[in-house]
């Protein structure tokens, strides 16, 4: 069987796909998967034993270039020549499900009560049910196994294989990592400033764990914010730029990850690394908690079907209940 799996985008919520990757491989091992992304984002899902072929697109591109459509376009209709047995969208956005039935007849997605554009269910064949404020990583599960006529539960997601791999890394990052003291990544960017814990409690909290903190960024402002962090601390370093291949293998040898809720973060759980995700203006929902990944939540109340990027109350969770948790996750690894 031949299956495409379209999820654009964003990062966090590919890798929360991902995890269905090795339960579909369970029921059906002599499938094909490929995985339709934004080019932008194809790194994560490198070396992943259980892809075929990941497909790019370059949709975020038509921003700039409207021109460039009927490249993209036609671009999407040649991957139709692979012959799919079942498109999955994933996503439940007009342009996945557009994406989608360019590449396929037969496609499944998630019905219009259960997606943020109803529209888009108007693409498929196979609608899946499930509720748009359920928990995330469920419901990516529950996109990917239910049109093959299987389930996955809970119970399996929590005690899953990791899913991130990575080779060629950039071995300078092997330089920073102490052996003297504790590794924690610190993620403190995101796509919205309100998600981010301000950096000056970060810096706080670095100086309280004393361990070797490491702050890994994305683009200039998250830099300089790095940067900053690192004038502040002994106890914080400025990575050098990492691509996402590279991030993986620095989270992989991690002992704690502390972050946002945004895509860096959520490798953590995908490679079964300890991890703190901070929340504030959007809902807990979106992971799982487990023995080695905790979060920590501001007490704002989020409504997961319309989030309020002016809630700043990240900044109320207070320093010392992030150091008491990282050093009970410290004390384990």
């Not at 209709?77 to 360019?102: C, E, F, P, W």
């Not at 403190?188 to 004393?210: D, F, H, K």
């Amino acid at each position: 069987m031949k299956i495409a799996i379209v999820k654009l985008s964003a990062l966090g919520d590919i890798v929360h796909a991902m995890v269905a990757l090795q339960f579909i491989k369970t029921q059906q091992p002599d499938c094909q998967i490929d995985w339709v992304v934004e080019q932008g984002f194809a790194e994560v899902l490198r070396h992943n034993p259980h892809i075929d072929t990941i497909l790019t697109v370059n949709l975020k591109a038509l921003k700039k270039n409207r021109l460039a459509l009927f490249s993209e376009i036609a671009k999407t209709q040649r991957y139709a020549d692979n012959h799919y047995d079942l498109v999955i969208d994933a996503q439940g956005l007009l342009k996945s499900a557009i994406t989608a039935r360019l590449i396929g007849k037969r496609v499944a997605g998630f019905d219009k009560q259960s997606v943020r554009e109803a529209a888009a269910a108007w693409f498929y064949q196979d609608k899946i049910a499930s509720p748009y404020d359920a928990n995330t990583i469920d419901r990516n599960a529950k996109i990917l196994s239910a049109p093959l006529g299987f389930g996955i539960s809970p119970a399996q997601i929590l005690a899953k294989q990791p899913f991130l791999f990575y080779a060629n890394e950039d071995v300078r990052l092997y330089d920073y990592l102490a052996k003297d003291r504790k590794n924690i990544v610190l993620v403190v960017g995101s796509t919205w400033p309100s998600r981010n814990y301000p950096a000056q409690q970060y810096v706080n909290v670095a100086n309280t764990l004393a361990e070797n903190c490491l702050v890994v960024w994305g683009n200039d402002s998250e830099r300089q914010t790095a940067e900053w962090m690192a004038a502040q601390s002994p106890h914080i370093i400025a990575l050098p730029k990492l691509d996402l291949n590279s991030l993986k293998a620095l989270i992989a040898h991690a002992d704690l990850l502390i972050g946002n809720d945004t895509g860096p973060t959520h490798f953590a759980w995908g490679l079964n690394r300890p991890s703190i995700t901070l929340f504030g203006p959007t809902p807990v929902s979106r992971v799982y908690t487990t023995d080695i990944n905790k979060v920590l939540k501001s007490p704002s109340h989020v409504n997961p079907y319309k989030l309020d990027k002016q809630d700043f109350s990240i900044g109320q969770i207070a320093e010392q209940a992030i150091v008491e948790l990282a050093r009970q996750l410290l004390a384990i690894v």
